[in-house]
């Protein structure tokens, strides 16, 4: 049985998180050279779509490298008093 809490998940987890935020930045780049930028909030504060669902996909898999970890964290302290 393969154990899920293991540092290369969460290693893999932020490695993700990254990834994400920068094909987020890169996105949003290109909206702005291609013309493409919308306004979907007001003409005060404006975000493209999809940027935020990138930022929001980027901090939960962060939460989750986040959890993992201290799940590892509690798993050794529950090894040891075993």
């Known amino acids: 049985m393969k154990v899920p809490f293991t540092?290369?998940?969460?290693?893999?987890?932020?490695?993700?998180?990254?990834?994400?935020?920068?094909?987020?930045?890169?996105d949003f780049v290109d909206s702005i050279l291609n013309d493409k930028f919308l306004i979907i909030f007001s003409k005060a504060t404006s975000m493209k779509l999809?940027?935020?669902?990138?930022?929001?996909?980027?901090?939960?898999?962060?939460?989750?490298a986040e959890v993992l970890e201290k799940a590892i964290k509690i798993k050794k302290e529950n090894d040891l008093t075993n």
């Open 7 to 26: 540092i290369g998940n969460v290693k893999g987890f932020r490695k993700i998180s990254k990834y994400i935020v920068i094909f987020c930045v890169v």
């Open 50 to 64: 999809g940027i935020s669902i990138y930022l929001i996909l980027a901090g939960t898999t962060l939460v989750i």
